[in-house]
C-alpha cells in the first residue's frame, strides 16, 4: 500500500498570506496526485488533477507541484473564503490512499 | 448540475447489514467509473471500493473483501454499497465519488456522504 503523509494537520494564516500544504508519497507515483477542498456541510471540491493542473473554475490563487513522491498544494494571496479542510489523493496504485488532511483556519 | 447524493446510512448492530445508495446526475453516469470513500471521526479518508463504468470489474479494501459488494445500475444512474457483517470499525462518513474516466482513476465529484454508525 502507497502510505501518503500530508502535513501540517492544522494550520492558520492571516488574508493575504501564502501557505503550502505538502503531501509525501511513500513510493513513486508519478503525477497522479489530486487535491480537494472541503467545507463543513459541502461536498468536497476537486481543485488540483495531475499534480499541477487546475480544475477549471478553481480560482488561479490555487497551484499544485510535484513529482513521484513529493507534492505541495500552496494558496497565494489567501481569502477568508479559502477557509477549509484540505486533502490529497494518490490514485496511481490501488488500492488508493488519502492523506490525513489539513484544516486550514483564517484568522 | 453534476451531483452525487447519498443515501441509506444508519444506526445498526454488530454483525449487521446496510446498503447505501448513490444517486447521480447532471453528467452521463454510464460511462464513469465510481468509488466508495470513508471517513471515520478525527480520520483521513479511507478508500473502499471501486467499479468500471461498465460494471464488469471491481476492486475493494482488504478489511471489506467478501463483506461488501459494489454494484450500479447505468439505467437509473445509480451506485449501491452492500453491506454485510459490519463490524464497529466500520462506523464513518460514506461517500460516493465519481471517476474521470471510465477505468480505474482519480475522482472529480463528491456527495456529501452518509453517516453509517455500527455499535450494540
Known amino acids: 500500500e502507497t502510505t501518503v503523509t500530508q502535513s501540517p494537520a492544522f494550520m492558520s494564516a492571516t488574508p493575504g498570506d501564502t501557505v503550502s500544504i505538502s503531501c509525501k508519497a511513500s513510493q513513486d507515483i508519478d503525477d497522479d496526485m489530486n487535491w480537494y477542498q472541503q467545507k463543513p456541510g459541502e461536498a468536497a471540491i476537486f481543485i488540483i488533477q495531475e499534480a499541477t493542473t487546475l480544475v477549471p473554475g478553481i480560482p488561479p490563487r490555487f497551484s499544485g507541484s510535484g513529482y513521484g513522491t513529493d507534492f505541495t498544494l500552496t494558496i497565494n494571496n489567501i481569502e477568508s473564503d479559502d477557509a477549509a479542510y484540505y486533502f490529497c489523493l494518490q490514485h496511481d496504485i490501488l488500492p488508493y490512499t488519502f492523506g490525513q488532511g489539513t484544516k486550514l483556519e483564517i484568522k | 448540475e453534476k451531483r452525487l447524493v447519498e443515501s441509506g446510512g444508519d444506526l445498526v448492530q454488530p454483525g449487521g447489514s446496510l446498503r447505501l445508495s448513490c444517486a447521480a446526475s447532471?453528467?452521463?453516469?454510464?460511462?464513469?467509473?465510481m468509488n466508495w470513500v470513508r471517513q471515520a471521526p478525527g480520520k483521513g479518508r479511507e478508500w473502499v471500493s471501486s467499479i468500471i463504468a461498465s460494471g464488469s470489474s471491481t476492486h475493494y479494501l482488504d478489511s471489506v473483501k467478501g463483506r461488501f459488494t459494489i454494484s450500479r445500475d447505468n439505467s437509473q444512474n445509480t451506485l449501491y454499497l452492500q453491506m454485510t457483517n459490519l463490524r464497529v470499525e466500520d462506523s464513518a462518513i460514506y461517500y460516493c465519488?465519481?471517476?474521470?474516466?471510465?477505468?480505474?482513476?482519480?475522482?472529480?465529484?463528491w456527495g456529501r456522504g452518509t453517516q453509517v454508525v455500527v455499535s450494540s
Open positions: 465519488a465519481k471517476g474521470d474516466s471510465d477505468f480505474w482513476s482519480g475522482f472529480d465529484l
Open positions: 447532471g453528467f452521463s453516469f454510464s460511462y464513469y467509473a
